[in-house]
């Protein structure tokens, strides 16, 4: 079965620096764009960046400048590089996979972070 698994939140202060890893088994990522979506109680689940096959980029109008994602075919693994966070920032955060002409994504589980000083 494919399957995502994020790690790296966890708790940062105002200011501070997190790296989201999204790793995939069961396939590999090279054909797939690539999402970081997050959610914050009581708020719609919202997009934070893409990543294309090609390296392509795209991000929140939020988090530009800030955020920062990359893949890494060799290790099959999709990252966020955080900076500078807010605690607007704060919110579980979701990694998604999406061929191009598939009709669903496939999702991670999740990982919290949290911005508090």
């Known amino acids: 079965q494919v399957q995502l698994v994020e790690s790296g939140g966890g708790l940062v202060q105002p200011g501070g620096s997190l790296r989201l890893f999204c790793a995939a088994s069961?396939?590999?990522?090279?054909?797939?764009?690539m999402g970081w979506y997050r959610q914050a109680p009581g708020k719609q689940r919202e997009l934070v960046a893409l990543?294309?096959?090609?390296?392509?980029?795209n991000y929140a109008d939020s988090v530009k400048g800030r955020f920062t994602i990359s893949r890494d075919g060799a290790k099959n693994t999709v990252y966020l590089q955080m900076n500078s966070l807010k605690p607007e920032d704060t919110a579980v955060y979701y990694c998604?996979?999406?061929?191009?002409?598939?009709?669903?994504?496939?999702w991670g589980q999740g990982t919290q972070v949290t911005v508090s000083a």
């Open positions: 998604s996979a999406k061929l191009l002409r598939a009709s669903s994504s496939l």
């Open positions: 990543i294309t096959s090609g390296s392509s980029t």
């Open positions: 069961g396939t590999f990522l090279s054909a797939y764009t």
